[in-house]
Structure formats: C-alpha cells, structure tokens
C-alpha cells in the first residue's frame, strides 16, 4: 500500500520559518521524482517545487529563495524548508510522487498569522 504522509506544519508568525516532511512508504522511492504543492481556501491547487530522482531541482517563481526542497532516499522522505514565510503563504501543503503513476499526501496545514 502506497502512503505519501505529510508532517511539519503549523502556526508561525509572518518572516518565520516551517520544514514539512513527507514520508513515502509502499513505492521504490529512489525512482519517484517527488514534487510539493499546496491549496489555499478558494484557491486552486498550484505548483511549488519539485525534485527528480537525480536530484535536480525547480521552483514556482513566488517561492524561489525562500523555499528548498530536498530529499533523503535513504529515509524516505522529501522535505520544504520554508522561510520568510508571508500570510499569504497559508495554506494546505501536499507532496505527491511520480513515476509509474502518481500519488499524493493527505496534506498538512501552514498558517502563517501574527
């Protein structure tokens, strides 16, 4: 069973910083190009980052030099690091994976307010 689970978010004042992690379980990891996105209250869901099993790297225009994505294959996991979070950053974040077909986490919320 395929399991993409999301951890890491929270409540953080503006100009903070969050990691989220995303746990895969069930899929050969190494192989999956892995991607994080996130939804805000009437929005759509829109792109963030996204790293490919080489490890190369690319980024939505609205987060570059603030957020980076990475991963451990050897535990698993993806991560966004986040800083100098804005209010407008509030929202449901998702991984997803893909390879042979795509999967995605169950979400963990950020909400960034003073």
């Known amino acids: 069973q395929v399991q993409l689970v999301e951890s890491g978010g929270g409540l953080v004042q503006p100009g903070g910083s969050l990691t989220l992690s995303c746990a895969a379980s069930g899929i050969r990891f190494s192989s999956y190009a892995m991607g994080w996105y996130r939804q805000a209250p009437g929005k759509e869901r829109e792109f963030i980052a996204h790293i490919t099993s080489g490890g190369n790297t690319n980024y939505a225009e609205f987060v570059k030099g603030r957020f980076t994505i990475s991963r451990d294959n050897a535990k698993n996991a993806v991560y966004l690091q986040m800083n100098s979070l804005k209010p407008e950053d509030t929202a449901v974040y998702y991984c997803?994976?893909?390879?042979?077909?795509?999967?995605w986490g169950q979400g963990t919320q950020v909400t960034v307010s003073s």
């Open positions: 997803n994976g893909v390879y042979m077909a795509v999967y």
